[in-house]
């Protein structure tokens, strides 16, 4: 493994900020491979997320995410879209601080909600037995975690937010953040 952090640069970010989106763009900006998290636990399992944590548990997605981002940590010149959670644990932190540069795609909750309230593909804003939830019950569910979170987001060293930014200029704004860092 190279021991270099700007070998390895992490994306996170609420559900719906945009990670999945960025990352593949970014990847091909600066000629690395990009990884998605949720997709090396899809393909290590066999099962969607949904599935995993309708069939199984949070926890144990939880488990195989951390075994999973062990195993991501050592590839190099990678871009790896996180889960939204995957960096509220502080062992997975340690791991994604001490192996590449992370960077917060910081969006506001009224955006993340506009952007989650047709989507069904996200457990965690959905009710337990699979029904949507309505608007209030959405609103607070995404308030309630990104107050969580917002401590393990913070931790990034470089915020991009990205309220009403076209996904370009998001980009260019974290290739211009990396130079300035690795400089
Ligand atoms: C989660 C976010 C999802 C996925 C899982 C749990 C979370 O990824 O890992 O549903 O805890 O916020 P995205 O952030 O890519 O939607």
């Known amino acids: 493994m190279n021991d270099n952090k700007n070998n390895r640069i992490?994306?996170?970010?609420?559900?719906?900020?945009?990670?999945?989106?960025v990352a593949p763009i970014l990847a091909n900006a600066l000629g690395f491979t990009f990884v998605?998290?949720?997709?090396?636990?899809?393909?290590?399992?066999?099962?969607?997320?949904s599935e995993?944590?309708?069939?199984?548990?949070?926890?144990?997605f939880r488990e195989v995410e951390s075994s999973v981002l062990q195993e991501v940590s050592h590839r190099d010149r990678s871009v790896i879209s996180l889960g939204?959670?995957?960096i509220a644990n502080e062992s997975n932190l340690q791991i994604i601080k001490s192996t590449g540069v992370l960077i917060y795609l910081k969006t506001s909750a009224e955006q993340i909600y506009h952007r989650l309230k047709r989507k069904t593909d996200r457990p965690l804003v959905r009710s337990?037995?699979?029904v949507t939830l309505n608007e209030e019950q959405l609103r607070n569910r995404i308030s309630v975690l990104l107050s969580k979170r917002e401590q393990f987001y913070n931790q990034a060293d470089v915020i991009v937010?990205?309220?009403?930014?076209?996904?370009?200029?998001?980009?260019?704004?974290i290739v211009q953040n990396l130079k300035n860092l690795i400089r």
């Open 10 to 21: 992490y994306l996170t970010g609420f559900m719906g900020s945009g990670k999945s989106t």
């Open 36 to 49: 998605d998290m949720d997709c090396e636990i899809e393909n290590l399992t066999g099962k969607k997320i």
């Open 52 to 60: 995993i944590f309708s069939d199984l548990s949070e926890e144990y």
């Open 84 to 86: 939204g959670g995957t």
């Open 128 to 130: 337990k037995i699979g």
């Open 161 to 173: 937010i990205t309220d009403d930014q076209r996904i370009g200029l998001t980009v260019d704004e």
